[in-house]
């Protein structure tokens, strides 16, 4: 059974950091490809940030220079560190695993920049 356990979601202050974590469990991580979407009030979900088997990343134009995505195979985990947050970037963050066409989601983490 797969399952991905995401954590490290709160509330921050603009200009402030976070670190989410997605641990996965049931299947072969090492060759998934990774990523984070999030789904804002009022939104459709977008894609974050993604990292695939071979550590190729690539963000959305609006995290580029702000968001690192990064995964340790070792721990069958993936993080997002967000720095630099805006109010803009309040959302449910969802952890996908995407294995030879099969996509897997975590039941979201709670994300909120506010002063």
């Known amino acids: 059974q797969v399952q991905l356990v995401e954590s490290g979601g709160g509330l921050v202050q603009p200009g402030g950091s976070l670190r989410l974590s997605c641990a996965a469990s049931g299947l072969s991580f090492g060759i998934s490809a990774m990523g984070w979407y999030r789904r804002a009030p009022g939104k459709q979900r977008e894609l974050v940030a993604r990292?695939?088997?071979?550590?190729?990343?690539n963000y959305s134009d609006s995290v580029k220079g702000r968001f690192t995505i990064s995964r340790d195979n070792a721990k069958n985990t993936v993080y997002l560190q967000m720095n630099s947050l805006k109010p803009e970037d309040t959302a449910v963050y969802y952890c996908?695993?995407?294995?030879?066409?099969?996509?897997?989601w975590g039941q979201g983490t709670q994300v909120t920049v506010s002063s």
């Open positions: 990292i695939d088997s071979g550590f190729t990343t």
């Open positions: 996908n695993l995407n294995l030879l066409g099969r996509s897997y």
